[in-house]
Nanobody, 124 residues
Framework: QVQMSESGGGLVQPGESLRLSCTVS????????MGWFRQRPGKDLEGVSC????????FYLDSVKGRFTISRDNAKNTLYLQMNSLQSEDTGMYFC?????????????????RGQGTQVTVSS
């Protein structure tokens, strides 16, 4: 049974940082492309950042480029998202998920393999 558990969300002020973690069990983590996705209030789920299983390809949403960094530790079955210079527009529920499809301009989640999410709120 696949389980994913996100942590690291919280309430921060604009300009501050957070580091999200996602621990995965039940699958061969090092053979899956993984990503972070978010659902902002009133918006559809969107791909924020994805990293393929070879760690040779990444995707970043334009609005987070230069501020967010995705990484993974296969020995710990854990995916990370370092988020710096957070803005109010980054507020939302963040999920980790197995990647269903990934290209230069998008990243799509496999909804069957997704965590419960961690809330990120950026507010002064």
């Amino acid at each position: 049974q696949v389980q994913m558990s996100e942590s690291g969300g919280g309430l921060v002020q604009p300009g501050e940082s957070l580091r999200l973690s996602c621990t995965v069990s039940g699958v061969r983590f090092d053979t899956y492309s993984m990503g972070w996705f978010r659902q902002r209030p009133g918006k559809d789920l969107e791909g924020v950042s994805c990293l393929d299983w070879t760690e040779s390809r990444t995707f970043y949403l334009d609005s987070v480029k230069g501020r967010f960094t995705i990484s993974r530790d296969n020995a710990k079955n854990t995916l990370y998202l370092q988020m710096n210079s957070l803005q109010s527009e980054d507020t939302g529920m963040y999920f980790c998920a197995v990647v269903a499809a990934m290209a230069g301009s998008f990243c799509r989640a496999n909804s069957n393999y997704r965590g419960q999410g961690t809330q990120v709120t950026v507010s002064s």
